[in-house]
């Protein structure tokens, strides 16, 4: 069954607009954490921002909030005013469990394209 | 040199070819990971070390081979490929036993196998 599930292969959002990139779980184990990465045309997986099982709060980063709703097992990062720079596959993944290292589940991404 | 790098960058192999991926990390991590990323399909965990001790091994063929000398540096050794281990081939440091320490990745090694 798949862990990560990411509904949308490709987006589009005019420049300074928001968007939303929809990401749901799967897991049954009470400790987990959700990471957000962009990766651009170049390759690198870059981190941006990060949601733990048991925080309160929404995590935020900048131009980017997670908008967390665990009893719908729902991630979905929210990126405002867009701009062209944003353009880029961005992947949901999961860790299951709280010790050693951090073993990332991905989803299939969402490709994201900014049009000016 | 900060982060993470993987060399080379691109690397093209005949079927009957040996070659080694190379990852270095300068950020004091303890945990390094290999991902494959082929084309329409989710990054596929490959191996993982945790101080310097393979952890994870998710039924990956016997052609690739990893190895993690130290915590700094991982290798990913390949030997009789098949066209279908075409990919991007990603590596990734973390530090253990932090679980909010998010992976660290490098730019790639983009692999055709012909």
């Known amino acids: 069954a798949q862990k990560i599930t990411q509904t949308q292969p490709g987006m589009f959002v005019q420049e300074k607009e928001a968007v939303t990139l929809d990401c749901t779980y799967d897991?049954?184990?009470?400790?987990?954490?959700l990471f957000w990465y962009k990766q651009p045309s170049s390759g690198e997986m870059i981190f941006l921002i990060y949601q733990g099982s048991y925080d309160q709060q929404n995590a935020t980063e900048g131009r980017y909030s997670l908008n967390f709703q665990k009893a719908r097992k729902s991630a979905n990062l929210v990126i405002s005013a867009s701009q062209l720079g944003d353009s880029a596959m961005y992947f949901c993944a999961m860790r299951e469990g709280s010790g050693g290292y951090n073993k990332l589940i991905f989803g299939a991404g969402t490709r994201l394209a900014v049009h000016p | 040199e900060t982060g993470v790098t993987q060399t080379p960058r691109h690397l093209v192999m005949g079927m009957t070819n040996k070659k080694s991926l190379k990852c270095e990390q300068h950020l004091g991590h303890n945990a390094m990971y290999w991902y494959k990323q082929s084309a329409k399909k989710p990054l596929e965990l490959m191996f993982v070390?945790?101080?310097?001790?393979?952890?994870e091994n998710n039924s990956v063929p016997s052609r690739f081979s990893p190895e993690c000398p130290n915590s700094s540096h991982l290798f990913l050794h390949l030997h009789t490929l098949q066209p279908e281990d075409s990919a991007l081939y990603l590596c990734?440091?973390?530090?253990?036993?932090?679980?909010?320490?998010?992976?660290?990745f490098g730019n790639g090694t983009r692999l055709t196998v012909t």
């Open positions: 897991t049954s184990d009470p400790s987990y954490g």
């Open positions: 070390y945790s101080l310097e001790e393979r952890v």
């Open positions: 990734a440091s973390s530090l253990r036993s932090s679980y909010n320490s998010p992976l660290h």
